[in-house]
Structure formats: structure tokens, C-alpha cells
């Protein structure tokens, strides 16, 4: 691998580090917001209407994974198919990468930013719940070069990733 190529990886897996960083505090802010004003505070909501956005937050990541799974499938599959004809392999699985990771980030950044929502309007601190849920999903997707490089092995195969990504 040149180092032209090894520097545009690391450049890459920093902007995608931040970018999941930023998310996870962006969640870490609004859940102290809402713990800050719920205090343990009764609200002004009725119950019923709070018991059905706990139960709304509940299905989100019981909904996203599945979905998530197979749009990842879906995605690598179709990776599979036009990187044979790239010249660039290792631009495409990058590509791919970054894709998969944002999309999986934002939608664990949605059940964290949820949750918070529906602590701070129901005064309810359990749904501080997704706010953790996401914080612990933003760290299992953190980017790290090996993440990039079992992708590319997938894709291309060990020995050809083995070669742009030793």
C-alpha cells in the first residue's frame, strides 16, 4: 500500500471517528438537559400518553436492527458485484465503510436523541434508557482500521485486501 493510499485511510477513519464522537456527545447533552429538568419531577403529561412514547422507544431499536442488517447486506452485496470492475478497490470498500457507518450511527443517534426527548417531556428518567442503549452502540461502531480491513476481506478476499490494507 502506497502511502498516498495509507494516508487517505487514516484520514478517513479519523473524519468518521469524529463524526461518531460528535453524535455521542450531541446524545450525552441533551440526556443531562433531561435529567437536569426531570429531576425527578412529576409531569404535566398524561401517563398514557407518556406509557405509549416509552413503548415507541422501546420499538426503535427492536425495529432498526433488522433493518439495518439487511441494508448492510444489501449493501455489501451490491459492493461485491462493482468492485470487480473498479480499479480502485479499496476507494469502493472505503466508500462502503463510511456509508454503513454513518447510517448505523445516525439511527442509534435517533434512539438516543428519542429517548432524551421523552425523558425531558414525560419526566420519566427509564427512558434515559435509549440515550445508554445509543452511547454503547456508538462505541461498538467506533471506526478502527481492523473494522475497515475485515470489510475489505469480505469483499475482496483476503489476499487482495491483505494488499492495500496489510
Do not use: H, W
Not at 433531561?34 to 422507544?57: E, F, H, I, N, R
Amino acid at each position: 500500500m502506497t502511502n498516498i493510499a495509507a494516508t487517505t485511510v487514516e484520514q478517513m477513519l479519523a473524519t468518521l471517528r469524529i463524526i461518531v464522537a460528535v453524535l455521542a456527545v450531541g446524545i450525552v447533552g441533551l440526556s443531562a438537559v433531561a435529567l437536569g429538568v426531570a429531576d425527578g419531577k412529576p409531569s404535566q403529561m398524561d401517563p398514557s400518553t407518556a406509557d405509549v412514547l416509552l413503548l415507541v422507544l422501546l420499538a426503535l431499536p427492536v425495529m432498526e436492527l433488522p433493518s439495518y442488517l439487511v441494508l448492510r447486506s444489501a449493501m455489501v452485496a451490491n459492493l461485491r458485484k462493482t468492485v470487480a470492475d473498479s480499479t480502485e478497490p479499496l476507494a469502493r470498500v472505503q466508500g462502503a465503510y463510511t456509508t454503513m457507518t454513518i447510517i448505523a450511527a445516525a439511527m442509534a443517534e435517533g434512539i438516543g436523541l428519542f429517548g432524551g426527548i421523552v425523558c425531558l417531556i414525560t419526566g420519566r428518567t427509564i427512558a434515559l434508557a435509549g440515550p445508554a442503549l445509543a452511547i454503547a452502540l456508538l462505541i461498538a461502531l467506533f471506526p478502527t482500521r481492523e473494522k475497515l480491513r475485515n470489510l475489505a476481506i469480505s469483499v475482496l478476499g483476503l489476499e487482495q485486501a491483505s494488499r492495500y490494507l496489510p
